[in-house]
């Protein structure tokens, strides 16, 4: 492992870029995702900073061995708002040195700008979710000269997590819920692949209306399950529906998207095949990221049995062991149901997926943060030295990261504090209180 090998050298530092609003909960997979280097990586020095406001003058006096742009701070691409603060970023990126990697994700869209970012900073290596048949597509060496292009999955299964999740499941010796899913109708723009969730729910809904089964299937927004709920449903299911994640639908500008938008806002009501011949006729299925999501590391851990539509699924899923497969045309669909009655069978496809996925220690994030910080180590410059300077710079700054981090949410409150007291004080806001009153 990676973190043998640095017992006896000198430790990397490296500049982790991420984007959090203030106040703003992230999802529990992109905090593990984040947060994967530091916890299961020990040799090596870690500043993580979140560039919510732009990037420092000072990161560019630090001598990093490595910087890793998070998919957190790529996905800022996405907002028109914060285009200015964005090309201000490029430019300061720029004079930050170290191996440069990226960890995008969502590369359906908005890519022209990741192609300028990676090609003006200096970006090497890009650990993509989609497979080799589509580098080019995406990130064409016209656009920007990488040096690697390293497929991964968008998430792993984080084993502090993993024993938190198990433990849901602990002492249920019984599974009340025989089918369950949760999904909701995805925006045309992502291609028919984004439209097969909410496909293949409806389609089981109807399926199994007059069956014996006891179904929990929903693609309403407020059946959503938050945080350790979809945990505690997981566990409740013997098995659960599902597809590959992705998009089939390349838009490298975003004016599909744009278009697709315009045209449902006027027509509320139009099919996926109208919006399709209106917007994008002749394009879907230029790429196909399809991938396996942390939804299906998460069945695994749970040992909830998996009915999954047809696909490759990473190559690690494999049907009939890990998972009952649902053919593309539905036309086994009957077959499907008829397993899922029996649940011994569907307990043993469960059990294998256990054994394989998770057991096995190759999908969890641990590995993943192995592989991306070897990568970085490899093809970092390992001629220059740190001098004792460079390393009071990194030290100061990492100190000063860690008071910010620690500090900032009570600043943030006391600011909010100081705030409604001066609001109180001035006269028109006691003369609008005594109003409402």
Same mark, same amino acid.
Not at 235 to 245: F, H, I, N, P
Not at 347 to 354: F, G, T
């Given at each position: 492992?990676f973190?043998?090998d640095?017992?006896?050298?000198?430790?990397?530092?490296i500049?982790?870029?991420?984007f959090?609003f203030?106040?703003?909960?992230n999802?529990?997979?992109i905090?593990?995702?984040?947060?994967?280097?530091?916890?299961?990586?020990?040799?090596v020095?870690?500043?993580?900073?979140?560039?919510?406001?732009?990037?420092p003058?000072?990161?560019?006096?630090?001598?990093?061995?490595?910087?890793?742009?998070?998919?957190?701070?790529?996905?800022?691409?996405?907002?028109?708002?914060?285009?200015?603060?964005?090309?201000?970023?490029?430019?300061?990126?720029?004079?930050?040195?170290?191996?440069?990697v990226a960890?995008?994700?969502?590369?359906?869209?908005?890519?022209?700008?990741?192609c300028r970012?990676?090609?003006?900073c200096?970006?090497?290596?890009?650990?993509?979710?989609?497979?080799n048949?589509?580098?080019?597509?995406?990130?064409?060496c016209?656009?920007?000269?990488?040096?690697?292009?390293?497929?991964?999955?968008p998430?792993?299964?984080?084993?502090?997590?993993?024993?938190?999740?198990?433990?849901f499941?602990?002492?249920?010796?019984?599974?009340?819920?025989d089918?369950?899913?949760?999904?909701?109708?995805?925006p045309?723009w992502?291609?028919r692949?984004? +439209?097969? @969730?909410? *496909?293949i729910?409806?389609?089981?809904? =109807? #399926?199994?209306?007059?069956?014996e089964?006891?179904?929990? &299937?929903s693609?309403?927004?407020?059946?959503?399950?938050?945080?350790?709920?979809?945990y505690?449903f997981?566990c409740?299911?013997?098995?659960?529906?599902?597809?590959?994640?992705?998009?089939?639908?390349?838009?490298?500008?975003?004016?599909?998207?744009?278009k697709?938008?315009?045209?449902? +806002?006027? @027509?509320? *009501?139009?099919?996926?095949e109208?919006? =399709? #011949?209106?917007?994008?006729?002749?394009?879907?299925?230029? &790429?196909r990221?399809f991938t396996?999501?942390p939804r299906?590391f998460?069945?695994?851990?749970?040992?909830?049995?998996?009915?999954?539509?047809?696909?490759?699924?990473?190559?690690?899923?494999?049907?009939?062991?890990?998972y009952?497969?649902?053919?593309?045309d539905?036309?086994?669909?009957?077959?499907?149901i008829?397993?899922?009655?029996?649940a011994?069978?569907?307990?043993k496809?469960?059990?294998?997926?256990?054994?394989? &996925?998770v057991?096995?220690?190759k999908y969890?994030?641990?590995?993943f943060?192995?592989?991306?910080i070897?990568?970085?180590?490899e093809?970092t410059?390992?001629g220059?030295?740190?001098?004792?300077?460079?390393?009071?710079?990194?030290?100061?700054?990492?100190?000063?990261?860690?008071?910010?981090?620690?500090?900032?949410?009570?600043l943030?409150?006391l600011?909010?504090?100081?705030?409604?007291v001066?609001?109180?004080?001035?006269?028109?806001?006691?003369?609008?209180?005594?109003?409402?009153?």
């Amino acid at each position: 492992m990676f973190a043998k090998d640095l017992r006896n050298k000198e430790k990397m530092k490296i500049l982790v870029l991420y984007f959090k609003f203030k106040n703003f909960k992230n999802r529990t997979t992109i905090n593990e995702h984040l947060g994967s280097f530091r916890r299961y990586i020990d040799n090596v020095q870690f500043h993580y900073f979140n560039a919510a406001n732009g990037v420092p003058w000072y990161l560019t006096h630090v001598k990093y061995d490595g910087v890793i742009l998070h998919y957190t701070f790529l996905a800022t691409r996405w907002r028109q708002d914060l285009y200015e603060e964005w090309s201000n970023t490029i430019k300061r990126l720029k004079e930050i040195g170290g191996y440069k990697v990226a960890i995008p994700q969502d590369e359906y869209a908005g890519t022209d700008v990741l192609c300028r970012l990676f090609r003006e900073c200096g970006v090497k290596t890009v650990f993509t979710c989609f497979s080799n048949d589509d580098y080019d597509k995406v990130y064409p060496c016209n656009k920007v000269p990488l040096e690697h292009r390293i497929t991964v999955f968008p998430g792993y299964i984080d084993e502090i997590a993993a024993e938190k999740i198990k433990s849901f499941c602990s002492g249920t010796t019984s599974r009340p819920i025989d089918l369950g899913y949760r999904a909701r109708k995805l925006p045309y723009w992502l291609g028919r692949q984004g +439209q097969l @969730k909410y *496909e293949i729910a409806k389609l089981f809904l =109807e #399926r199994t209306a007059n069956s014996e089964l006891k179904v929990d &299937i929903s693609t309403d927004d407020k059946d959503v399950f938050l945080g350790d709920d979809w945990y505690r449903f997981l566990c409740r299911c013997r098995a659960v529906l599902g597809c590959e994640g992705g998009a089939s639908l390349l838009d490298p500008t975003g004016e599909i998207r744009r278009k697709v938008e315009k045209y449902v +806002q006027n @027509k509320p *009501e139009a099919t996926f095949e109208e919006v =399709e #011949r209106a917007c994008f006729p002749d394009q879907d299925y230029n &790429i196909r990221l399809f991938t396996l999501s942390p939804r299906h590391f998460e069945c695994a851990i749970t040992k909830t049995c998996q009915v999954l539509l047809e696909g490759n699924y990473g190559g690690i899923l494999i049907p009939g062991e890990h998972y009952i497969e649902v053919k593309k045309d539905y036309s086994n669909i009957d077959t499907v149901i008829e397993q899922l009655h029996d649940a011994d069978y569907c307990a043993k496809i469960a059990e294998n997926a256990y054994r394989d &996925i998770v057991q096995s220690g190759k999908y969890s994030y641990r590995s993943f943060a192995n592989q991306v910080i070897a990568h970085i180590s490899e093809n970092t410059n390992k001629g220059k030295k740190q001098t004792s300077r460079d390393k009071k710079v990194f030290s100061l700054v990492g100190k000063y990261l860690f008071i910010r981090e620690l500090l900032e949410p009570v600043l943030v409150k006391l600011f909010y504090v100081w705030l409604a007291v001066k609001l109180y004080r001035t006269k028109v806001f006691r003369k609008l209180l005594n109003k409402i009153k």
